[in-house]
């Protein structure tokens, strides 16, 4: 890694908490400066623009919650299991992220009606995560795991409206009840709803 | 309404759909000039601050989306029955809100780790929502309808947290098939795990 490099890493590691947690337009060139301990030019070195650092940081904040979301699922043979895995680190997992809360559920609120590229960063973000989870779904009913009637999308995008939900629920209400309440739910619905109990022969 | 009352309301009328799509930080006071055609003065002379239009605006936009959805859910005598009368108004009766989202969503993600007047707000339209959808089921189970098992604000938290957030993905789709799976799931919960089979004599 040249120098600009790593300086550009640590710009995008110390704006990445002020993004997440005071938006985009929140988030003034002077926090970004207090930050950094660089001045406009340092920063500007390195970034085409805020929404260029922005995206970068939402990029850096996104993969350290979606890595923690997904550690240690593959540890599992059975697909149910991992689904409820992936639910317990979401419910679990939740210091050493980047401070602010899930970057997904904040940047897909505050860009929904104006900046299109931090959308695009979010609908990405969102589509990957539903598409893992589905891929785990469809090799859960090939191997006669799960229950053929389920829609592998549908399911994944159900688990993660209901965590996203929660987790908003509980960021207003400053307790973490509501999250234990939605891993509850969802246990017991993949339990019942979701896991094939018929063996195969 | 005095002449004064009558212009206060406009300004609010006017304000909360820049509020709820761009967010507070987001709203300048040229945006509030241009919405409402006044002066800096003009909007001034009717609120103390930013901060006080913007928790007047976020009244006003709550007030019209919690009104759609409990609109008509007391024609039902059944308890059950309300709780899907309501899960299908936030999901089927979405024009005719104040452009921008569930306000509820928005303020709560942009003043979860800023404004406190806002999250204020944000955090008491959550518990009138979830006091009224408990009163609901706790007369449910009072009358038999209600499996006596169910914990009424666990539930209540539980259908607000699933339908916000198949919100928030379908608005990053820009599609609604998450809000109508959503009601699925939660229907067909409501019909297997909550309703109470058993005939009281």
Known sequence: MTKGQQTRREIIEKAAPLFNQKGYEGTS???LMGATGLQKGGIYRHFDSKEELAAAAFDYSWLKAANRR???IDD????VDRLKKMIGNFVELRSDLVPGGCPLMN???ESDDGNPILRARARKALQSWTSRLSTIIRRGIAHGQINSAIHPQKLAQLIIATLEGALLISRL???RQPLHDARKHLDEYLEHNVRCK???N
């Open 198 to 200: 018929a063996r195969r």
């Open 173 to 175: 209400q400053k307790g």
């Open 76 to 79: 599992s043979a059975n697909s």
């Open 29 to 31: 060139l002077s926090d």
């Open 70 to 72: 997904l550690d240690g």
């Open 107 to 109: 940047t897909a609120i």
